[in-house]
């Protein structure tokens, strides 16, 4: 069975730095894309990027482009998304992506989601 | 691409039939099979019900359907079930980028 299980609920000064986690399990972890899909509260899906764990190569979408990393580390199955100074506007609800394979990004599964706040 | 376009509600009685429109460019919906469509209930974490415009996956109800004309793709849901009220959410996508519509509500009356 496939699982993507992400780190907890975080709370954030403005200027912080963070690093949320998603440990995958149950296919193989490094032949498949994984990504995050942003969700503020209140709105709609917005995707972030994908990380390739067998290359490490990535994809960024063009918002979130020099504003975020996404890496992966196959040794232990896990991707992650990091900031280096947190903004206000980066409070939402994060989710982990797989991507199903073939071409175009298609996320058959989700995690959980892991809801950053950020505030002062 | 900009983000795509998706009437903000839709609404439907139990036992009937319901489409969602997803509107784009052509640089967005212009592609031959690049559209997805996921539900999102209150709360929880979306799941893919259709991909590639008219696919299932594995465990989907076949009352999900998906088509797409042009630069307009449709998710159609028939047989209406109280349990399909949520939010759902069309996307595209190439294999450098995928950008998601603005979502619309289902409620079922």
């Known amino acids: 069975e496939v699982q993507l299980v992400q780190s907890g609920a975080e709370v954030k000064k403005p200027g912080e730095s963070l690093k949320i986690s998603c440990k995958s399990s149950?296919?193989?972890?490094?032949?498949?894309?994984i990504g995050w899909v942003r969700q503020m509260p209140g709105k709609g899906l917005e995707w972030m990027g994908m990380v390739y764990p067998g290359d490490s190569d990535t994809r960024y979408g063009p918002s979130f482009q020099g504003q975020v990393t996404i890496s992966a580390d196959k040794s232990i199955t896990t991707a992650y998304l990091q900031w280096n100074s947190l903004k206000a506007s980066d409070t939402a609800m994060y989710y982990c992506?797989?991507?199903?394979?073939?071409?175009?990004?298609?996320?058959?599964?989700w995690g959980q989601g892991t809801l950053v706040t950020v505030s002062s | 691409q900009s983000a795509l376009t998706q009437p903000a509600s839709v609404s439907g009685s139990p036992g009937q039939s319901i489409t969602i429109s997803c509107t784009g460019t052509s640089s967005d919906l212009g592609c031959y099979n690049c559209v997805s469509w996921y539900q999102q209930h209150p709360g929880k974490a979306p799941k893919l019900v259709i991909f590639?415009?008219?696919n299932r996956p594995s465990g989907v109800s076949n009352r999900f359907s998906g088509s797409k004309s042009g630069n307009t793709a449709s998710l159609t849901i028939s047989g209406l079930q109280a349990e399909d009220e949520a939010d759902y959410y069309c996307s595209s996508y190439t294999t450098t980028i995928n950008v998601f519509g603005g979502g619309t509500k289902l409620t079922v009356l």
């Open positions: 149950g296919y193989s972890f490094a032949i498949y894309w």
């Open positions: 590639d415009v008219t």
């Open positions: 992506v797989k991507h199903r394979g073939g071409n175009g990004w298609r996320f058959d599964y």
